[in-house]
């Protein structure tokens, strides 16, 4: 595709300069490794793969958190969403979940979406953490705002956390943002951020050879909770 770069970098949103998340393992419920590792735009076609198959799974809102994820996705591989970063969790080098935000301000972060593609061992839980993990630690934010598309997403992020009820209006829509400040992360991080780090080599290397997708068939099994429980 033939682009004229001038009026490109016209179209491309300023970014703030952003800390890399550092990868950490997470041993899941079943004893398999999780690498959880922050992806770059050069990743996005085979993420999309991965989401891909949500897109029909009408149960808990898994085709309208996979749509969003989807163009998320395509906005921030084409220069169309500032200040986004996406994070994977991977086992074996399979894609099994993915979270994404963005720095809203230099001290607020915007909690985006949380996508487990593999059901039953926290995965998603596990990925919201680090994000958390991510804007407080690391992009060393003061608060993240957040809602949620379900009920089990309202369970796992207002609920487990106590988060804060706002006014705030919050840019993915739908009912107001609920905040997540510095005290209420450190007050819940022994209870649900886990992980370590570094990560083994060998498992590294398996994470970063390649990102391998499950086929579509399997995806929907392992959503429908046949499988990995």
Do not use: C
């Amino acid at each position: 595709m033939a682009v004229d770069m001038e009026l490109e970098m016209k179209l491309r949103p300023p970014e703030f300069p952003q800390a890399p998340y550092p990868p950490k393992v997470i041993t899941l419920a079943n004893g398999k490794k999780m690498v959880v590792r922050e992806v770059t735009r050069a990743d996005v076609p085979k993420l999309l793969k991965a989401v891909h198959p949500t897109l029909f799974i009408e149960r808990d809102y898994y085709n309208v958190v996979g749509a969003r994820v989807y163009a998320e996705l395509l906005a921030w591989q084409y220069f169309r969403v500032r200040n986004e970063y996406v994070i994977i969790g991977q086992v074996d080098g399979i894609v099994v979940g993915i979270v994404n935000g963005r720095m809203y301000s230099p001290k607020v972060g915007m909690s985006l979406h949380t996508l487990a593609i593999d059901r039953g061992l926290r995965i998603g839980a596990h990925l919201f953490a680090a994000k958390m993990e991510h804007h407080i630690e690391y992009l060393n934010q003061d608060e993240v705002l957040i809602v949620a598309e379900s009920p089990i997403g309202f369970r796992r992020w207002m609920i487990e956390y106590g988060l804060e009820p706002t006014d705030i209006p919050h840019e993915l829509g739908g009912a107001p943002s609920y905040k997540l400040t510095r005290e209420l992360y450190f007050k819940s991080k022994p209870r649900l951020v886990v992980g370590d780090r570094p990560v083994p080599q060998e498992l590294m290397d398996v994470a970063t050879r390649d990102i391998i997708v499950g086929n579509e068939a399997m995806i929907r099994e392992k959503i429908a909770g046949l499988k990995g429980r």
